[in-house]
């Protein structure tokens, strides 16, 4: 799984650099790309939907599929499993 983050960090803004740290290690830890500072240049679209992004200047990451909002249970549960 890829995570695009547009900050230095997940959470940064909200929990402080030491946790925001321990965030982003353990999404590493479960196999989570995370592509931080990420600035998103173009959508790809496909079929009217969502395929991918180009991210500037150069990369591009394909979509396996394009959540709304994250799933609130895997969210719950992974939090809780960080404690």
Excluded: K
């Excluded at 695009?4 to 321990?22: C, F, V």
């Excluded at 079929?47 to 609130?72: C, D, F, Y």
């Amino acid at each position: 799984m890829t995570v695009l983050e547009a900050g230095e960090l997940p959470l940064l803004r909200l929990m402080g650099r030491q946790i925001a740290s321990g965030f982003a290690d353990l999404h590493c830890d479960h196999g989570v790309d995370p592509r931080l500072a990420a600035q998103v240049a173009e959508i790809i679209g496909e079929n009217r939907t969502a395929a991918g992004v180009r991210l500037a200047p150069t990369s591009t990451t394909w979509a396996w599929s394009t959540p709304a909002r994250p799933n609130p249970v895997t969210t719950t549960t992974w939090s809780s499993a960080a404690t």
